[in-house]
Protein backbone atom coordinates (compact mmCIF):
# COMPACT_ATOMS: atom_id res chain seq x y z
CA UNK A 1 0.00 0.00 0.00
CA UNK A 2 1.38 3.51 -0.96
CA UNK A 3 2.14 5.55 1.85
CA UNK A 4 -0.52 8.37 1.03
CA UNK A 5 -2.96 5.97 1.27
CA UNK A 6 -2.29 4.42 4.90
CA UNK A 7 -1.63 8.13 5.88
CA UNK A 8 -5.32 9.22 5.17
CA UNK A 9 -6.49 5.46 6.70
CA UNK A 10 -4.53 6.98 10.03
CA UNK A 11 -5.52 10.65 9.41
CA UNK A 12 -9.50 9.21 8.94
CA UNK A 13 -9.47 7.81 12.69
CA UNK A 14 -7.98 10.86 14.19
CA UNK A 15 -9.92 12.23 16.68
CA UNK A 16 -11.80 15.53 15.25
CA UNK A 17 -11.11 17.29 18.17
CA UNK A 18 -7.18 16.93 17.42
CA UNK A 19 -7.42 16.30 13.93
CA UNK A 20 -6.62 19.34 12.21
CA UNK A 21 -3.41 19.93 15.09
CA UNK A 22 -1.78 16.44 14.36
CA UNK A 23 0.25 15.20 10.86
CA UNK A 24 2.21 11.98 10.66
CA UNK A 25 4.66 12.43 7.41
CA UNK A 26 6.97 10.56 5.58
CA UNK A 27 9.83 11.32 3.54
CA UNK A 28 12.54 8.75 1.34
CA UNK A 29 16.29 9.76 0.40
CA UNK A 30 16.26 8.72 -3.52
CA UNK A 31 16.21 5.24 -4.23
CA UNK A 32 17.59 3.79 -0.99
CA UNK A 33 14.81 2.25 1.63
CA UNK A 34 16.85 5.39 4.01
CA UNK A 35 14.50 8.56 5.12
CA UNK A 36 12.62 9.33 8.17
CA UNK A 37 8.78 9.80 9.64
CA UNK A 38 7.94 12.29 11.75
CA UNK A 39 4.45 13.41 13.63
CA UNK A 40 3.93 17.16 14.28
CA UNK A 41 1.18 19.06 16.47
CA UNK A 42 0.83 22.40 15.16
CA UNK A 43 3.52 22.13 12.67
CA UNK A 44 6.19 21.15 15.64
CA UNK A 45 7.46 17.72 15.30
CA UNK A 46 7.58 15.94 18.23
CA UNK A 47 8.77 12.70 17.06
CA UNK A 48 11.45 12.26 14.02
CA UNK A 49 11.64 8.33 13.09
CA UNK A 50 15.13 8.01 11.03
CA UNK A 51 16.28 5.06 9.10
CA UNK A 52 19.87 6.32 9.72
CA UNK A 53 19.67 6.99 13.13
CA UNK A 54 17.94 3.74 13.60
CA UNK A 55 21.09 1.75 12.20
CA UNK A 56 23.69 4.21 13.75
CA UNK A 57 22.53 3.33 16.49
CA UNK A 58 24.30 -0.19 18.04
CA UNK A 59 24.37 -2.66 19.11
CA UNK A 60 21.14 -4.67 18.29
CA UNK A 61 19.63 -8.09 17.10
CA UNK A 62 16.59 -9.08 14.82
CA UNK A 63 13.77 -10.50 17.07
CA UNK A 64 11.86 -13.56 15.44
CA UNK A 65 9.13 -13.46 17.75
CA UNK A 66 7.94 -9.73 17.09
CA UNK A 67 9.80 -9.92 13.47
CA UNK A 68 11.36 -6.47 14.16
CA UNK A 69 14.99 -5.24 15.30
CA UNK A 70 15.52 -4.38 19.12
CA UNK A 71 17.99 -2.55 20.63
CA UNK A 72 21.01 -3.70 23.59
CA UNK A 73 21.05 -0.83 25.65
CA UNK A 74 21.44 3.15 25.72
CA UNK A 75 23.09 4.42 22.65
CA UNK A 76 26.92 4.19 22.43
CA UNK A 77 27.66 7.91 21.61
CA UNK A 78 27.12 11.44 22.16
CA UNK A 79 24.95 12.81 20.09
CA UNK A 80 26.19 16.16 18.70
CA UNK A 81 25.00 19.44 20.29
CA UNK A 82 22.44 20.12 17.27
CA UNK A 83 20.94 16.55 17.14
CA UNK A 84 21.21 16.63 20.72
CA UNK A 85 19.03 19.82 20.91
CA UNK A 86 16.76 18.37 18.07
CA UNK A 87 15.84 14.97 20.05
CA UNK A 88 15.87 16.89 23.68
CA UNK A 89 12.69 18.34 22.26
CA UNK A 90 11.15 15.44 21.29
CA UNK A 91 8.55 12.33 22.78
CA UNK A 92 11.41 9.22 21.25
CA UNK A 93 14.72 8.31 21.98
CA UNK A 94 17.22 9.22 18.74
CA UNK A 95 16.65 6.21 16.54
CA UNK A 96 14.06 4.45 18.94
CA UNK A 97 12.00 3.54 15.69
CA UNK A 98 12.64 3.62 11.71
CA UNK A 99 10.87 4.64 9.01
CA UNK A 100 9.87 1.20 8.31
CA UNK A 101 9.01 0.55 11.89
CA UNK A 102 6.70 3.68 11.30
CA UNK A 103 5.22 1.86 8.09
CA UNK A 104 4.88 -1.38 9.89
CA UNK A 105 2.60 -0.16 12.94
CA UNK A 106 0.89 2.16 11.30
CA UNK A 107 -0.47 -1.08 9.26
CA UNK A 108 -0.66 -3.10 11.90
CA UNK A 109 -2.89 0.01 14.13
CA UNK A 110 -4.99 0.43 10.92
CA UNK A 111 -5.48 -3.57 9.65
CA UNK A 112 -4.26 -5.76 12.48
CA UNK A 113 -5.31 -4.24 15.82
CA UNK A 114 -8.53 -3.32 17.82
CA UNK A 115 -8.25 -0.59 19.71
CA UNK A 116 -7.58 -2.54 22.59
CA UNK A 117 -5.27 -4.31 21.39
CA UNK A 118 -3.42 -0.69 20.35
CA UNK A 119 -4.01 0.64 23.81
CA UNK A 120 -1.57 -2.22 25.41
CA UNK A 121 1.10 -2.70 22.57
CA UNK A 122 4.56 -2.10 23.27
CA UNK A 123 5.08 -0.31 20.30
CA UNK A 124 5.00 3.45 20.92
CA UNK A 125 3.90 4.68 18.07
CA UNK A 126 1.17 1.90 18.22
CA UNK A 127 -0.11 3.15 21.33
CA UNK A 128 0.19 6.79 20.84
CA UNK A 129 -2.14 6.16 17.90
CA UNK A 130 -4.51 5.02 19.63
CA UNK A 131 -5.17 7.57 22.33
CA UNK A 132 -5.94 9.79 19.39
CA UNK A 133 -8.16 7.60 17.87
CA UNK A 134 -11.92 8.43 17.32
CA UNK A 135 -12.57 4.87 18.32
CA UNK A 136 -11.93 5.47 22.18
CA UNK A 137 -14.44 7.53 23.99
CA UNK A 138 -14.24 10.00 26.42
CA UNK A 139 -15.13 7.40 29.53
CA UNK A 140 -12.66 5.01 28.55
CA UNK A 141 -10.25 8.22 27.91
CA UNK A 142 -10.39 8.72 31.46
CA UNK A 143 -9.72 5.18 32.38
CA UNK A 144 -5.90 4.84 30.30
CA UNK A 145 -3.52 4.18 33.39
CA UNK A 146 -1.18 7.20 32.30
CA UNK A 147 2.08 5.61 33.68
CA UNK A 148 2.31 2.64 31.44
CA UNK A 149 1.81 5.15 28.42
CA UNK A 150 5.16 6.07 25.95
CA UNK A 151 5.95 9.49 26.30
CA UNK A 152 5.04 9.89 22.71
CA UNK A 153 1.84 8.44 23.89
CA UNK A 154 1.39 10.46 26.83
CA UNK A 155 1.69 13.76 25.08
CA UNK A 156 -0.73 12.81 22.16
CA UNK A 157 -3.34 11.38 25.31
CA UNK A 158 -2.50 15.02 27.21
CA UNK A 159 -3.30 16.89 24.36
CA UNK A 160 -6.51 15.26 23.03
CA UNK A 161 -8.01 15.14 27.08
CA UNK A 162 -7.21 19.28 26.72
CA UNK A 163 -9.12 19.66 23.74
CA UNK A 164 -12.00 17.82 24.79
CA UNK A 165 -12.19 19.30 28.03
CA UNK A 166 -11.18 16.82 30.06
CA UNK A 167 -9.38 16.72 33.31
CA UNK A 168 -6.60 14.40 32.16
CA UNK A 169 -3.46 16.42 33.80
CA UNK A 170 -0.16 14.46 35.74
Known amino acids: MRWSKLKKLISDKVAPSISGRFAINSTAYGNCSCGHAWITIDKEIIANFCTRAFWHRCPQHFDSESQSWKHEGPIPFELPTGQKNFYDK ?3 EYGELSRQDVYR ?7 ELSIDEALISDNPLVQALSVIDSRLGKRRLLKINKE ?23
Open 90 to 92: QEV
Open 105 to 111: ACWAFVH
Open 148 to 170: TLHPLALKLYLLRGEAEGLNVKM
